[in-house]
């Protein structure tokens, strides 16, 4: 059932099944997949790095592992056809940064529910994104 038809969604995946269950509730707020804007946001990696160092990673190769695993999950979850936009940086800023980029209708975004002093210390991303977006922002607590 359809009960808030949106032509763009935004949603961002960090590969926890809390993510793949905002994706799920996102595919039943679109007609077509096609209209969903999947995101993963990966951390900014130092140069000091092993990996970097040995030249055994690098960017590209990240953008790579992360785009063939988002493929993987939309395909078993009927999401073909979903844009997937990997980016790096802090995730909620690049999260309402691209959804302002493609003038999302909303951001479905998951949250853990962290209290306490790991909130205060972690931060949320969805709160962040709350206070950033242009846009709705549907928050699924678990």
């Known amino acids: 059932m ?34 969903l804007h999947v995101i993963h946001v990966l951390p900014i990696i130092t140069p000091n790095e092993p990996g970097v160092i040995w030249e055994m990673i690098d960017d590209q190769s990240r953008i790579t592992h992360a785009s063939d695993a988002l493929k993987n999950k939309l395909t078993a979850r009927k999401a073909d056809g979903s844009q ?21 209708d909303l951001i479905v975004i998951s949250s853990r529910g962290q209290t306490g002093l790991t909130r205060l210390l972690m931060g949320s991303v969805a709160e962040k994104v709350v206070r950033l977006a242009h846009c709705p922002v549907l928050v699924l607590k678990k």
């Open 84 to 104: 997937i936009i990997i980016r790096f940086g802090d995730p909620g800023h690049q999260i309402v940064d691209y959804a302002q980029e493609i003038h999302a």
């Open 2 to 35: 359809n009960w808030l038809p949106r032509k763009t969604i935004v949603v961002p995946i960090d590969f926890s099944d809390n993510s793949f269950r905002a994706l799920d509730t996102s595919l039943e707020l679109v007609d077509d997949p096609r209209h």
